[in-house]
């Protein structure tokens, strides 16, 4: 039974050739979009050296000669600017540096950044990668980058707005599953659709077939959302930083909610399809531009007009994972990002199934 | 007999309208029982309430003599349903189809595939199963549906208004099926509004307004039920006021009304109605283009009882 109903469903939905060039053409179209309107921009950005300050409390520190090694390197990745505090921070402050880095003693050096993004995190890295070695060359010591980096606005206003837009299109993809939820199991509901009924009349628990329903929704969803991952990357040769592997979990786990999202808006009781698809249109379409979708400072904007949307808009929790993956790695950040889009998934997947169960 | 469907006092509410309203009826194993009734008389709602996919207020349904509330795959294993609005995926083909919705009753594959094709063959749509629905004419489309609806070989099918917005060779060919399903031992409710269909495959009939029965029985229990035993049509231009007084006042006749041009007399018992209007409209040089007589239908027994037509 569970066969029959999971190669049916995936029949129905990998038949649906609407739903299909959708599910496809969405990511890839937008892809390739982005990429040719922003990836010239983003080339010019990455050859830029990166602007920083030093306040060097001692003199011939050897962090100072690794920067000054880096600095002069082919790439020419750094521009130093040695500065004492007061003038380091109003340098900051202007943005005319990415960060400063305290060169207190040999081993007490520290960064100081104001926002996220790609420049900050080489700071950090470069800073980390010092630490390392100074730790390694005396004993051996676990090290936090916590213990040198301090961060002191996490929200920032410049993420790097290019790898933004395609955080946004894959939570974009993983969500828009919610969709093809509605399109299967729709097709259950017997007010709306003649199959539905004749489903109900059947001898098979709802709630059993609405799950394996959910299941190859869930299926489709994955192969496209990595479809799209593989072109982006292998095609488009985005670099999503981090581990790779990790992209693709948080990418699963974006297809999870996303279904999930689907499965509870299509057994609300007493709201016709119609209205339930213009809802999930709302919540993909309108969440995804308050994630930054259309304008990458919007989730900016909402973070600092109503954060509490950004905490709920299913679009911005998948870009936040997305992010944190990517500028934190397998944080403590990113865990607490991957643990609520697993709780959002389960509540609407819970909330979901008691309805089934009442219909 | 064994009972297979009986329904007693079922009583269902939407807010303030009584869909269903307090009536009771049995099934016996091998008919064709007929549920007859305009739009919104409460047929669909009792199908619904039957196969417990509708609450309802008050009464009790038992089905193989088990009491039908909440879920039970049992029962529901040993029926069939083919709705009128055609339940398919256009993204299957018509095997994948039947196969899927027999599925849903028949877990072993081996009797699936045997149960499917000899469905196939009962429908003739052997040239078509690897046909999508969208490729096929109405007539194949509703035999596909009633395929899906039977596969599984149930023991009771309920037919609710197959035939909607069917062309009358495909009808024929529906309701002869249902007949051989009949006569292979399957006992049939069928919903529907055209007396016509009713009349001719029904054995027992409930006829239902507005939520409440109002005649039950075999056809001819039915039409003795009524005083009408025989309907003069005459087709003429040619009608005036006096005729049809003078008609009126001929034996057996207790009503004459003039429509369209088309004059109907409604008769009680007697016999040689039309030799006596024909003879009346030779007599008074009253030209017509044709004349016949036709023996009461169930339209008859629903006018005459309710004061209104089947079709209003």
Avoid at chain 1, 13 to 36: C, D, V, Y
Avoid at chain 1, 137 to 143: P, Y
Avoid at chain 1, 147 to 153: D, G, R, T
Avoid at chain 2, 91 to 109: A, M, P, Q, R, S
Wanted: with cysteine.
């Amino acid at each position: 039974m569970f066969g029959l109903i999971y190669t049916t469903c995936l029949k129905k939905i990998i038949r649906n050739k609407a739903m299909i060039f959708w599910l496809l053409a969405f990511p890839f179209a937008l892809g390739t979009l982005f990429f040719i309107a922003f990836g010239s921009i983003y080339k010019d950005q990455k050859i830029k050296p990166i602007k920083v300050a030093v306040v060097e409390k001692e003199k011939d520190l050897p962090i100072v000669t690794v920067l000054k090694e880096i600095k002069n390197d082919d790439k020419k990745m750094l521009k130093i600017t040695f500065a004492d505090d007061k003038k380091a921070n109003k340098l900051l402050d202007d943005k005319k540096v990415t960060g400063i880095i305290y060169a207190n003693s040999y081993k007490d050096v520290k960064l100081t950044i104001k926002e996220n993004g790609i420049y900050q995190s080489i700071l950090k890295n470069i800073v980390v990668s010092y630490h390392v070695k100074v730790n390694n060359a005396e004993k051996n010591i676990s090290i936090s980058d916590k213990e040198f980096v301090k961060i002191v606005k996490l929200s920032g206003d410049n993420k790097d707005p290019y790898l933004a837009y395609f955080y946004n299109l894959i939570a974009m993809i993983c969500l828009l599953g919610s969709t093809s939820a509605l399109e299967m199991l729709g097709s259950m509901n017997k007010d709306e659709e003649p199959t539905g009924f004749r489903i109900l009349a059947a001898p098979v628990s709802n709630l059993k077939f609405s799950f394996i329903a959910f299941l190859a929704i869930e299926t489709v969803q994955l192969i496209v959302t990595s479809l799209a991952l593989l072109y982006f990357m292998f095609v488009l040769k985005i670099n999503f930083g981090g581990d790779i592997p990790y992209v693709f979990l948080t990418a699963g786990l974006g297809t999870l909610l996303g279904s999930s999202l689907g499965f509870f808006v299509t057994n609300i009781k007493g709201v016709s399809l119609k209205s339930k698809n213009a809802i999930l249109i709302w919540i993909t379409l309108g969440g995804g531009f308050l994630a930054g979708l259309m304008m990458a400072q919007m989730k900016v904007i909402i973070e600092e007009k109503a954060p509490i949307i950004n905490k709920i808009n299913p679009a911005s929790v998948l870009t936040d994972a997305f992010y944190t993956l990517n500028i934190f790695g397998i944080s403590e950040r990113y865990m607490q990002s991957v643990i609520y889009i697993l709780v959002l998934s389960f509540l609407f997947l819970i909330t979901g199934s008691v309805m089934v169960k009442k219909q | 007999m064994d009972t297979v469907v009986k329904v007693t006092n079922l009583v269902k509410r939407y807010k303030e309208l009584i869909a269903v309203d307090n009536f009771s009826f049995e099934v016996k194993q091998g008919e064709i029982f007929g549920l007859l009734g305009p739009n919104g008389s409460g047929k669909s709602t009792t199908i619904n309430c039957i196969l417990s996919l509708l609450k309802y207020d008050k009464g009790e349904i038992e089905i193989f003599g088990e009491k039908m509330q909440g879920e039970k795959p049992e029962l529901l294993k040993r029926i069939g349903l083919v709705g009128q609005n055609v339940a398919v995926f256009d993204e299957l083909t018509v095997y994948e189809n039947i196969n899927f919705f027999c599925g849903l009753y028949i877990k072993d594959k081996d009797k699936r595939k045997a149960l499917v094709d000899e469905v196939i063959d009962f429908v003739e749509l052997n040239d078509f199963k690897k046909f999508y629905p969208k490729k096929l004419s109405g007539g194949l489309l509703r035999r596909l549906n009633i395929a899906c609806g039977i596969a599984h070989k149930p023991e009771l099918i309920i037919f609710d208004e197959p035939t909607v917005a069917v062309d009358p060779q495909s009808r024929n060919k529906i309701l002869e099926g249902i007949k051989k399903l009949n006569k292979e031992g399957a006992t049939i409710i069928y919903t529907s509004h055209y007396m016509e269909e009713v009349e001719e495959i029904c054995t027992n009939i409930l006829i239902l307004d507005k939520g409440k029965e109002v005649a039950r029985g075999t056809t001819q229990e039915l039409k003795n039920m009524i005083k009408n035993t025989e309907n003069v049509i005459v087709d003429s231009r040619n009608i005036t006021e006096e005729a049809i007084k003078d008609i009126k006042n001929l034996s057996h006749i207790y009503k004459v009304t003039y429509e369209n041009n088309v004059l109907t007399i409604k008769c009680n018992g007697g016999k040689h109605n039309i030799s006596h209007v024909l003879n009346y409209l030779d007599d008074n040089s009253i030209k017509y283009d044709r004349i016949y007589s036709e023996l009461p239908t169930l339209n008859d027994v629903f006018l005459e009882i309710t004061g209104k037509e089947l079709r209003d």
